[in-house]
Protein backbone atom coordinates (compact mmCIF):
# COMPACT_ATOMS: atom_id res chain seq x y z
CA UNK A 1 0.00 0.00 0.00
CA UNK A 2 1.52 3.16 -1.06
CA UNK A 3 2.90 6.21 1.96
CA UNK A 4 0.95 8.76 2.55
CA UNK A 5 2.99 11.89 4.62
CA UNK A 6 0.56 14.49 5.76
CA UNK A 7 1.79 18.23 6.47
CA UNK A 8 1.29 21.52 6.36
CA UNK A 9 -2.07 21.90 7.81
CA UNK A 10 -3.28 21.87 11.68
CA UNK A 11 -3.16 17.81 12.53
CA UNK A 12 -5.32 16.95 15.71
CA UNK A 13 -3.96 14.08 17.39
CA UNK A 14 -6.07 14.08 20.68
CA UNK A 15 -3.04 12.82 22.15
CA UNK A 16 -1.53 14.57 25.15
CA UNK A 17 0.16 16.37 22.54
CA UNK A 18 -2.79 17.91 21.08
CA UNK A 19 -0.76 18.89 17.33
CA UNK A 20 1.69 17.17 15.58
CA UNK A 21 3.64 18.80 12.43
CA UNK A 22 3.35 15.70 10.35
CA UNK A 23 1.81 12.32 10.04
CA UNK A 24 2.76 9.27 7.89
CA UNK A 25 0.81 6.22 7.56
CA UNK A 26 1.56 3.23 5.37
CA UNK A 27 0.14 -0.09 5.25
CA UNK A 28 -3.37 0.97 6.62
CA UNK A 29 -1.69 1.81 10.00
CA UNK A 30 -0.15 5.56 11.02
CA UNK A 31 3.64 4.81 11.03
CA UNK A 32 5.12 7.98 12.87
CA UNK A 33 4.00 11.35 14.28
CA UNK A 34 6.12 14.30 14.81
CA UNK A 35 8.65 16.62 13.25
CA UNK A 36 8.17 16.62 9.17
CA UNK A 37 12.14 16.55 9.08
CA UNK A 38 12.08 13.30 11.27
CA UNK A 39 9.41 11.38 9.23
CA UNK A 40 11.01 12.38 5.93
CA UNK A 41 13.92 9.70 6.52
CA UNK A 42 11.17 7.24 6.72
CA UNK A 43 9.26 8.60 3.84
CA UNK A 44 10.78 6.82 1.28
CA UNK A 45 8.53 6.88 -2.23
CA UNK A 46 5.40 8.23 0.21
CA UNK A 47 2.95 10.93 -1.26
CA UNK A 48 3.18 13.83 -0.26
CA UNK A 49 0.29 15.37 1.08
CA UNK A 50 0.54 19.10 1.59
CA UNK A 51 -2.60 19.63 3.69
CA UNK A 52 -2.50 23.56 2.46
CA UNK A 53 -3.67 24.25 5.78
CA UNK A 54 -6.64 22.60 6.29
CA UNK A 55 -6.70 20.11 9.13
CA UNK A 56 -6.40 16.49 9.67
CA UNK A 57 -8.33 14.93 12.51
CA UNK A 58 -8.79 11.11 13.76
CA UNK A 59 -12.26 10.10 11.40
CA UNK A 60 -15.64 9.87 13.10
CA UNK A 61 -16.70 7.04 14.90
CA UNK A 62 -20.68 6.52 15.08
CA UNK A 63 -21.58 5.40 18.71
CA UNK A 64 -25.09 4.59 17.65
CA UNK A 65 -27.68 4.64 15.08
CA UNK A 66 -29.30 2.26 12.84
CA UNK A 67 -27.45 1.81 9.73
CA UNK A 68 -30.13 -0.68 8.19
CA UNK A 69 -32.88 1.74 9.12
CA UNK A 70 -31.21 4.74 7.47
CA UNK A 71 -30.76 2.42 4.16
CA UNK A 72 -34.14 1.70 4.47
CA UNK A 73 -35.33 5.30 4.99
CA UNK A 74 -34.03 6.13 1.68
CA UNK A 75 -36.78 3.95 0.19
CA UNK A 76 -39.77 5.73 1.80
CA UNK A 77 -41.09 8.93 1.54
CA UNK A 78 -39.86 11.50 3.10
CA UNK A 79 -41.72 13.69 5.92
CA UNK A 80 -39.11 15.72 6.54
CA UNK A 81 -40.35 19.55 7.07
CA UNK A 82 -44.14 18.29 6.49
CA UNK A 83 -46.23 21.44 6.84
CA UNK A 84 -49.73 19.77 7.29
CA UNK A 85 -51.69 17.02 6.29
CA UNK A 86 -52.03 18.00 2.89
CA UNK A 87 -48.63 18.14 2.16
CA UNK A 88 -47.89 14.38 3.18
CA UNK A 89 -51.40 13.44 1.60
CA UNK A 90 -49.59 14.97 -1.96
CA UNK A 91 -45.75 13.91 -0.65
CA UNK A 92 -47.32 10.08 -0.26
CA UNK A 93 -49.21 10.35 -3.53
CA UNK A 94 -45.88 11.40 -5.55
CA UNK A 95 -44.29 9.05 -4.04
CA UNK A 96 -46.73 6.35 -5.63
CA UNK A 97 -46.59 7.67 -8.89
CA UNK A 98 -43.04 7.45 -9.42
CA UNK A 99 -42.53 3.97 -8.14
CA UNK A 100 -45.48 2.48 -9.56
CA UNK A 101 -46.79 1.02 -6.26
CA UNK A 102 -48.86 -1.92 -6.86
CA UNK A 103 -52.09 -2.59 -5.18
CA UNK A 104 -51.26 -4.48 -1.78
CA UNK A 105 -47.63 -3.21 -1.50
CA UNK A 106 -46.49 -1.33 1.62
CA UNK A 107 -46.34 2.03 1.50
CA UNK A 108 -43.53 3.15 4.73
CA UNK A 109 -42.89 7.10 5.23
CA UNK A 110 -40.03 8.43 7.33
CA UNK A 111 -39.53 10.94 9.53
CA UNK A 112 -42.86 11.96 10.35
CA UNK A 113 -43.04 14.85 13.16
CA UNK A 114 -46.51 16.10 14.14
CA UNK A 115 -45.18 18.88 15.96
CA UNK A 116 -43.59 20.36 13.10
CA UNK A 117 -47.25 20.21 11.35
CA UNK A 118 -49.92 22.79 11.19
CA UNK A 119 -52.66 20.26 13.23
CA UNK A 120 -50.19 19.89 15.87
CA UNK A 121 -51.13 16.34 15.88
CA UNK A 122 -51.38 12.62 14.12
CA UNK A 123 -53.25 12.25 11.60
CA UNK A 124 -56.24 9.10 12.28
CA UNK A 125 -56.58 6.25 10.70
CA UNK A 126 -59.87 7.60 7.75
CA UNK A 127 -57.84 10.43 6.48
CA UNK A 128 -54.83 7.31 5.77
CA UNK A 129 -57.31 5.17 4.48
CA UNK A 130 -58.83 7.65 2.70
CA UNK A 131 -55.42 9.10 0.51
CA UNK A 132 -53.81 4.86 0.42
CA UNK A 133 -57.63 2.81 0.88
CA UNK A 134 -55.37 -0.02 -1.21
CA UNK A 135 -52.07 -0.13 0.05
CA UNK A 136 -50.80 -0.61 3.99
CA UNK A 137 -49.97 2.76 5.02
CA UNK A 138 -47.72 3.97 7.99
CA UNK A 139 -46.41 7.09 8.67
CA UNK A 140 -43.05 6.32 11.41
CA UNK A 141 -42.44 8.84 14.04
CA UNK A 142 -38.83 10.41 13.52
CA UNK A 143 -38.13 8.96 17.26
CA UNK A 144 -38.53 5.54 16.41
CA UNK A 145 -41.01 5.00 19.42
CA UNK A 146 -44.76 5.47 17.70
CA UNK A 147 -46.64 5.94 14.38
CA UNK A 148 -49.54 5.83 12.53
CA UNK A 149 -50.91 3.44 10.31
CA UNK A 150 -54.13 3.07 7.99
CA UNK A 151 -56.57 0.25 8.34
CA UNK A 152 -54.75 -1.78 5.87
CA UNK A 153 -51.56 -1.44 7.70
CA UNK A 154 -53.43 -2.67 11.01
CA UNK A 155 -54.81 -5.68 9.12
CA UNK A 156 -51.73 -7.06 8.51
CA UNK A 157 -50.69 -6.13 12.05
CA UNK A 158 -53.36 -8.29 12.80
CA UNK A 159 -54.68 -5.55 14.94
CA UNK A 160 -58.51 -5.03 15.97
CA UNK A 161 -60.77 -2.57 18.27
CA UNK A 162 -60.34 -6.05 20.51
CA UNK A 163 -56.77 -6.67 20.38
CA UNK A 164 -55.12 -5.95 23.95
CA UNK A 165 -52.30 -3.20 24.43
CA UNK A 166 -48.77 -5.01 24.95
CA UNK A 167 -46.51 -5.13 28.10
CA UNK A 168 -44.53 -1.77 27.26
CA UNK A 169 -47.19 -0.36 24.80
CA UNK A 170 -50.45 1.40 23.80
CA UNK A 171 -52.88 0.96 21.00
CA UNK A 172 -54.86 4.36 21.42
CA UNK A 173 -58.72 4.35 20.56
CA UNK A 174 -61.10 7.17 20.40
CA UNK A 175 -65.02 6.75 20.40
CA UNK A 176 -63.82 2.93 21.18
CA UNK A 177 -62.89 2.75 17.64
CA UNK A 178 -59.06 2.39 16.62
CA UNK A 179 -57.22 5.95 15.55
CA UNK A 180 -54.55 3.82 13.42
CA UNK A 181 -51.47 5.29 16.33
CA UNK A 182 -49.34 2.82 17.73
CA UNK A 183 -46.70 3.62 20.88
CA UNK A 184 -43.85 1.71 21.92
CA UNK A 185 -44.23 -1.81 21.86
CA UNK A 186 -47.40 -1.88 19.91
CA UNK A 187 -45.73 -0.01 17.33
CA UNK A 188 -41.52 -1.32 17.41
CA UNK A 189 -43.22 -5.32 18.01
CA UNK A 190 -45.14 -4.72 14.79
CA UNK A 191 -42.92 -2.59 12.53
CA UNK A 192 -40.53 -5.28 12.36
CA UNK A 193 -42.69 -7.51 10.62
CA UNK A 194 -43.01 -5.34 7.54
CA UNK A 195 -41.65 -6.73 4.77
CA UNK A 196 -38.18 -5.15 3.53
CA UNK A 197 -37.80 -3.79 0.10
CA UNK A 198 -36.55 -6.41 -2.54
CA UNK A 199 -33.16 -7.45 -1.90
CA UNK A 200 -31.76 -5.59 -5.00
CA UNK A 201 -33.64 -2.34 -3.75
CA UNK A 202 -32.13 -2.65 -0.55
CA UNK A 203 -28.15 -3.74 -1.37
CA UNK A 204 -28.15 -0.43 -3.67
CA UNK A 205 -29.71 1.35 -0.51
CA UNK A 206 -27.05 0.55 2.24
CA UNK A 207 -24.25 0.96 -1.01
CA UNK A 208 -25.49 4.28 -0.72
CA UNK A 209 -26.02 4.88 2.82
CA UNK A 210 -22.17 4.16 3.17
CA UNK A 211 -21.23 6.45 1.00
CA UNK A 212 -23.67 9.02 2.92
CA UNK A 213 -22.41 7.77 6.17
CA UNK A 214 -18.15 8.94 5.20
CA UNK A 215 -19.05 11.86 3.60
CA UNK A 216 -19.59 12.79 7.33
CA UNK A 217 -16.57 11.86 8.09
CA UNK A 218 -17.55 8.27 9.50
CA UNK A 219 -15.64 5.28 9.39
CA UNK A 220 -17.08 3.00 11.91
CA UNK A 221 -20.92 2.84 12.44
CA UNK A 222 -23.36 1.01 14.50
CA UNK A 223 -26.54 -1.23 13.94
CA UNK A 224 -27.78 -0.66 16.90
CA UNK A 225 -30.97 -3.52 16.76
CA UNK A 226 -30.35 -6.42 15.50
CA UNK A 227 -33.22 -8.44 15.06
CA UNK A 228 -33.60 -11.81 13.22
CA UNK A 229 -34.46 -10.70 9.61
CA UNK A 230 -31.63 -8.24 9.50
CA UNK A 231 -29.28 -10.50 10.43
CA UNK A 232 -29.62 -12.50 7.02
CA UNK A 233 -29.22 -9.33 5.63
CA UNK A 234 -26.16 -8.29 7.66
CA UNK A 235 -24.73 -11.82 6.89
CA UNK A 236 -24.85 -11.06 3.13
CA UNK A 237 -23.30 -7.69 3.40
CA UNK A 238 -20.06 -9.31 4.52
CA UNK A 239 -19.84 -12.41 3.26
CA UNK A 240 -20.18 -10.83 -0.48
CA UNK A 241 -17.74 -8.24 1.43
CA UNK A 242 -19.70 -5.11 0.63
CA UNK A 243 -18.67 -3.19 3.47
CA UNK A 244 -16.05 -0.05 3.32
CA UNK A 245 -16.61 0.98 6.73
CA UNK A 246 -16.53 -0.76 10.10
CA UNK A 247 -20.16 -1.62 10.84
CA UNK A 248 -21.08 -3.10 14.70
CA UNK A 249 -23.76 -4.47 15.35
CA UNK A 250 -25.58 -4.95 18.94
CA UNK A 251 -28.27 -8.14 18.72
CA UNK A 252 -31.80 -7.68 20.28
CA UNK A 253 -31.35 -9.32 23.89
CA UNK A 254 -34.71 -11.08 23.78
CA UNK A 255 -33.50 -12.83 20.36
CA UNK A 256 -30.29 -13.75 20.60
CA UNK A 257 -30.65 -17.61 20.47
CA UNK A 258 -31.96 -17.30 17.13
CA UNK A 259 -29.58 -14.62 15.74
CA UNK A 260 -25.90 -15.47 17.54
CA UNK A 261 -26.20 -19.11 15.67
CA UNK A 262 -26.41 -17.02 12.19
CA UNK A 263 -23.68 -14.80 13.34
CA UNK A 264 -20.48 -17.35 13.75
CA UNK A 265 -16.91 -15.34 13.43
CA UNK A 266 -18.13 -12.26 13.77
CA UNK A 267 -18.41 -12.13 17.78
CA UNK A 268 -16.36 -9.62 18.98
CA UNK A 269 -14.29 -10.14 15.91
CA UNK A 270 -14.58 -8.72 12.67
CA UNK A 271 -15.25 -10.72 9.87
CA UNK A 272 -15.30 -8.79 6.48
CA UNK A 273 -15.68 -5.18 8.46
CA UNK A 274 -18.54 -6.48 10.49
CA UNK A 275 -19.00 -7.86 14.60
CA UNK A 276 -21.19 -8.49 16.98
CA UNK A 277 -19.81 -6.62 19.69
CA UNK A 278 -22.94 -6.88 22.29
CA UNK A 279 -26.79 -6.81 23.07
CA UNK A 280 -28.93 -4.54 23.08
CA UNK A 281 -32.81 -3.40 25.31
CA UNK A 282 -35.10 -0.92 25.86
CA UNK A 283 -36.29 0.93 29.36
CA UNK A 284 -38.70 3.31 27.99
CA UNK A 285 -39.61 5.32 25.52
CA UNK A 286 -39.25 8.44 23.83
CA UNK A 287 -39.29 12.50 25.42
CA UNK A 288 -40.99 14.22 22.46
CA UNK A 289 -43.48 11.75 22.88
CA UNK A 290 -44.29 12.08 26.74
CA UNK A 291 -43.13 8.02 26.92
CA UNK A 292 -40.07 8.43 28.51
CA UNK A 293 -39.63 7.23 32.22
CA UNK A 294 -39.39 10.12 34.77
CA UNK A 295 -38.77 10.38 38.06
CA UNK A 296 -41.30 13.35 38.08
CA UNK A 297 -44.32 13.92 36.48
CA UNK A 298 -44.28 15.77 33.34
CA UNK A 299 -45.25 19.45 32.84
CA UNK A 300 -49.15 19.82 33.01
CA UNK A 301 -49.62 15.93 33.40
CA UNK A 302 -53.10 14.90 35.08
CA UNK A 303 -52.81 12.33 37.60
CA UNK A 304 -49.30 12.31 37.99
CA UNK A 305 -48.04 11.04 34.92
CA UNK A 306 -44.64 9.63 34.48
CA UNK A 307 -44.18 7.75 30.98
CA UNK A 308 -43.57 4.31 31.87
CA UNK A 309 -41.08 1.49 31.64
CA UNK A 310 -40.66 -1.49 28.79
CA UNK A 311 -39.41 -3.68 31.56
CA UNK A 312 -39.91 -5.01 35.25
CA UNK A 313 -37.31 -4.73 37.87
CA UNK A 314 -37.01 -8.45 37.81
CA UNK A 315 -36.89 -8.86 33.77
CA UNK A 316 -34.26 -6.23 33.51
CA UNK A 317 -32.18 -7.77 36.37
CA UNK A 318 -32.54 -11.28 34.54
CA UNK A 319 -31.34 -9.76 31.16
CA UNK A 320 -28.22 -7.98 32.74
CA UNK A 321 -27.00 -11.08 34.36
CA UNK A 322 -27.36 -12.57 30.98
CA UNK A 323 -24.44 -10.01 29.46
CA UNK A 324 -22.69 -10.33 32.42
CA UNK A 325 -22.33 -13.90 32.49
CA UNK A 326 -21.42 -14.05 28.43
CA UNK A 327 -19.46 -11.15 28.92
CA UNK A 328 -21.48 -9.18 26.61
CA UNK A 329 -21.70 -5.37 26.40
CA UNK A 330 -25.08 -3.93 27.05
CA UNK A 331 -26.36 -1.22 25.64
CA UNK A 332 -29.40 -0.08 27.16
CA UNK A 333 -32.24 2.95 25.86
CA UNK A 334 -32.57 5.27 28.55
CA UNK A 335 -34.16 8.87 28.49
CA UNK A 336 -35.91 9.28 31.32
CA UNK A 337 -34.30 9.34 35.11
CA UNK A 338 -36.51 6.91 36.13
CA UNK A 339 -35.17 4.25 33.27
CA UNK A 340 -31.99 5.41 33.91
CA UNK A 341 -32.30 4.51 37.60
CA UNK A 342 -33.80 1.22 37.21
CA UNK A 343 -30.86 0.58 34.48
CA UNK A 344 -27.86 1.62 37.15
CA UNK A 345 -30.23 -0.46 39.80
CA UNK A 346 -30.43 -3.66 38.50
CA UNK A 347 -26.80 -3.64 37.02
CA UNK A 348 -25.62 -3.13 40.48
CA UNK A 349 -28.22 -5.78 41.60
CA UNK A 350 -26.92 -8.24 39.40
CA UNK A 351 -23.17 -7.92 39.42
CA UNK A 352 -23.78 -8.21 43.22
CA UNK A 353 -25.87 -11.23 42.72
CA UNK A 354 -23.10 -12.91 40.43
CA UNK A 355 -20.29 -11.82 42.35
CA UNK A 356 -18.99 -10.51 38.43
CA UNK A 357 -15.76 -8.66 38.19
CA UNK A 358 -15.58 -7.96 34.79
CA UNK A 359 -16.47 -4.59 32.90
CA UNK A 360 -18.89 -4.96 30.27
CA UNK A 361 -18.61 -0.90 30.05
CA UNK A 362 -22.24 -0.96 29.49
CA UNK A 363 -23.81 2.23 27.51
CA UNK A 364 -26.57 3.98 28.70
CA UNK A 365 -27.94 5.10 25.22
CA UNK A 366 -29.48 8.73 24.38
CA UNK A 367 -29.15 9.81 28.70
CA UNK A 368 -31.47 12.31 27.66
CA UNK A 369 -33.01 13.32 30.81
CA UNK A 370 -30.19 11.65 33.45
CA UNK A 371 -30.04 13.86 36.48
CA UNK A 372 -27.11 15.70 37.25
CA UNK A 373 -27.45 13.39 40.71
CA UNK A 374 -27.60 10.44 39.09
CA UNK A 375 -23.84 11.05 36.98
CA UNK A 376 -21.55 9.84 40.15
CA UNK A 377 -23.16 6.56 40.48
CA UNK A 378 -23.12 6.14 36.86
CA UNK A 379 -19.74 6.75 36.64
CA UNK A 380 -18.84 4.17 39.59
CA UNK A 381 -20.50 1.48 38.27
CA UNK A 382 -18.51 2.40 34.94
CA UNK A 383 -21.68 3.12 32.35
CA UNK A 384 -20.99 5.44 29.60
CA UNK A 385 -23.59 7.88 28.90
CA UNK A 386 -24.10 8.61 25.04
CA UNK A 387 -25.90 11.65 24.84
CA UNK A 388 -28.76 12.37 22.07
CA UNK A 389 -27.43 16.03 22.52
CA UNK A 390 -28.93 17.17 19.14
CA UNK A 391 -32.12 17.25 20.81
CA UNK A 392 -31.14 20.83 21.69
CA UNK A 393 -31.53 22.07 18.44
CA UNK A 394 -34.09 19.44 17.14
CA UNK A 395 -36.41 19.52 19.64
CA UNK A 396 -35.50 21.28 22.40
CA UNK A 397 -38.92 23.81 22.48
CA UNK A 398 -40.59 20.46 22.73
CA UNK A 399 -38.78 19.59 25.72
CA UNK A 400 -39.34 22.47 27.51
CA UNK A 401 -43.12 22.29 26.72
CA UNK A 402 -42.89 19.04 28.30
CA UNK A 403 -41.01 19.58 31.62
CA UNK A 404 -40.66 23.31 31.83
CA UNK A 405 -37.45 25.77 31.13
CA UNK A 406 -35.23 24.65 34.39
CA UNK A 407 -35.66 20.55 33.44
CA UNK A 408 -35.42 20.92 29.93
CA UNK A 409 -32.48 23.11 30.29
CA UNK A 410 -30.80 20.00 31.98
CA UNK A 411 -31.08 17.74 29.10
CA UNK A 412 -28.14 15.86 27.70
CA UNK A 413 -26.06 17.12 31.00
CA UNK A 414 -22.43 17.05 28.67
CA UNK A 415 -20.59 19.23 31.33
CA UNK A 416 -21.22 17.84 34.32
CA UNK A 417 -20.25 14.90 32.70
CA UNK A 418 -16.95 16.50 31.81
CA UNK A 419 -16.46 17.60 35.47
CA UNK A 420 -16.93 14.34 37.09
CA UNK A 421 -14.28 12.81 34.53
CA UNK A 422 -16.99 10.69 32.74
CA UNK A 423 -16.38 9.24 28.85
CA UNK A 424 -19.56 10.08 27.27
CA UNK A 425 -20.59 10.04 23.76
CA UNK A 426 -22.35 11.88 21.42
CA UNK A 427 -24.65 10.13 18.48
CA UNK A 428 -27.71 11.04 15.83
CA UNK A 429 -29.97 7.68 16.17
CA UNK A 430 -29.91 7.94 12.70
CA UNK A 431 -32.60 7.46 10.49
CA UNK A 432 -33.79 10.02 13.58
CA UNK A 433 -31.43 12.35 12.20
CA UNK A 434 -28.88 12.83 9.50
CA UNK A 435 -25.50 11.37 10.87
CA UNK A 436 -24.07 14.76 10.77
CA UNK A 437 -21.24 14.43 13.42
CA UNK A 438 -20.10 18.61 12.66
CA UNK A 439 -23.98 19.75 13.30
CA UNK A 440 -23.87 17.67 17.06
CA UNK A 441 -20.23 19.27 18.06
CA UNK A 442 -21.67 22.83 17.23
CA UNK A 443 -24.93 21.76 19.32
CA UNK A 444 -23.09 20.42 22.54
CA UNK A 445 -20.35 23.27 21.79
CA UNK A 446 -23.80 26.42 21.71
CA UNK A 447 -26.80 24.54 23.15
CA UNK A 448 -28.81 26.50 20.56
CA UNK A 449 -32.76 25.54 19.86
CA UNK A 450 -34.21 26.61 16.27
CA UNK A 451 -35.10 29.74 17.27
CA UNK A 452 -31.37 30.74 18.54
CA UNK A 453 -32.12 30.82 21.69
CA UNK A 454 -29.38 29.06 24.45
CA UNK A 455 -31.31 25.88 26.34
CA UNK A 456 -28.98 24.92 29.15
CA UNK A 457 -25.76 27.20 29.08
CA UNK A 458 -23.92 25.64 31.85
CA UNK A 459 -23.93 22.44 30.20
CA UNK A 460 -21.98 24.17 26.65
CA UNK A 461 -18.71 21.87 26.24
CA UNK A 462 -15.54 23.19 25.14
CA UNK A 463 -15.17 22.13 21.34
CA UNK A 464 -12.31 19.99 22.20
CA UNK A 465 -14.75 17.76 24.42
CA UNK A 466 -17.45 17.74 21.53
CA UNK A 467 -14.39 16.79 19.21
CA UNK A 468 -13.49 13.75 21.90
CA UNK A 469 -16.84 12.55 22.00
CA UNK A 470 -17.29 11.50 18.36
CA UNK A 471 -14.10 10.11 18.40
CA UNK A 472 -11.26 8.60 21.47
CA UNK A 473 -14.25 7.92 23.63
CA UNK A 474 -16.38 6.37 20.97
CA UNK A 475 -13.78 4.04 20.36
CA UNK A 476 -13.38 3.65 24.12
CA UNK A 477 -17.08 2.76 24.13
CA UNK A 478 -16.71 0.08 21.16
CA UNK A 479 -13.01 -1.12 23.60
CA UNK A 480 -11.00 -0.06 20.30
CA UNK A 481 -9.16 2.89 21.85
CA UNK A 482 -5.95 0.46 21.07
CA UNK A 483 -6.72 0.75 17.41
CA UNK A 484 -9.19 3.82 16.70
CA UNK A 485 -10.12 7.33 17.91
CA UNK A 486 -6.66 9.49 17.78
CA UNK A 487 -3.60 10.07 16.14
CA UNK A 488 -0.60 7.58 17.33
CA UNK A 489 1.57 5.00 16.03
CA UNK A 490 -0.03 1.88 15.01
CA UNK A 491 -3.44 2.79 15.01
CA UNK A 492 -5.28 2.19 12.34
CA UNK A 493 -5.33 4.82 9.52
CA UNK A 494 -8.50 6.16 10.12
CA UNK A 495 -8.83 9.89 9.18
CA UNK A 496 -10.85 12.77 8.11
CA UNK A 497 -9.58 15.84 6.37
CA UNK A 498 -11.90 19.28 7.35
CA UNK A 499 -11.62 22.74 5.33
CA UNK A 500 -11.11 23.95 9.06
CA UNK A 501 -9.91 23.44 12.66
CA UNK A 502 -13.28 22.91 15.17
CA UNK A 503 -10.91 24.36 17.73
CA UNK A 504 -9.79 27.49 16.13
CA UNK A 505 -13.15 29.09 14.38
CA UNK A 506 -15.84 30.50 16.31
CA UNK A 507 -17.98 28.49 18.20
CA UNK A 508 -20.87 29.49 15.98
CA UNK A 509 -18.99 28.39 13.05
CA UNK A 510 -17.95 25.33 13.53
CA UNK A 511 -21.51 24.46 11.88
CA UNK A 512 -20.20 25.55 8.43
CA UNK A 513 -16.95 22.95 8.49
CA UNK A 514 -16.94 20.50 5.77
CA UNK A 515 -15.31 17.34 5.38
CA UNK A 516 -13.12 17.14 2.72
CA UNK A 517 -12.24 13.90 3.03
CA UNK A 518 -12.43 10.80 4.59
CA UNK A 519 -10.14 8.34 4.70
CA UNK A 520 -10.40 4.07 5.83
CA UNK A 521 -7.07 2.63 6.88
CA UNK A 522 -5.39 5.01 4.37
CA UNK A 523 -7.45 4.70 1.72
CA UNK A 524 -9.74 7.09 0.16
CA UNK A 525 -13.61 6.67 0.40
CA UNK A 526 -15.34 10.24 -0.08
CA UNK A 527 -13.66 13.08 -1.38
CA UNK A 528 -15.88 16.38 -1.57
CA UNK A 529 -16.51 17.39 -5.44
Not at 69 to 98: C, H, P, T, W
Request: proline letters at 4%; hydrophobic letters at 40%.
Amino acid sequence: MTKKLFYNGDIITLEDELYAEAVLIENGKISKVGKKEELMKSANNADMIDLEGKTLIPSFIDPHSHFSGYANSLLQVSLEDAVDFDDIADRIANFMKKNNIKKGEWILASNFDPNGLKEKTYPRIDFLDKISPENPLGLQNKSGHNGVFNSLGLKEFNITVDTPNPEGGIIYKEDSKLTGYLEENAYINNIQTVPMASMEDMINALMRAQKIYASYGITTMQEGMVVPMLADLINYLRQAKLLMLDYIGYVDLREKDKILPKMKGCIKQYDNRFKVNGYKIFLDGSPQGKTAYMRTPYKGAEDGYLGYPVLTDEQLEGLVEIALKENMQLLAHCNGDAAVAQYMTQYKNAREKLNASNDIRPVIIHAQLIGKDQLPEAKKLGMIPSFFVAHVYHWGHIHVNNFGLERASQISPAKTALDLGIKFTFHQDAPVIEPNMIETMWIAVNRKMKDGQVLGADEKIPPLAALQAVTINAAYQYFEEDIKGSIKENKLADLVILDKNPLKVESDEIKNIKVLETMKEGNTIFKAE
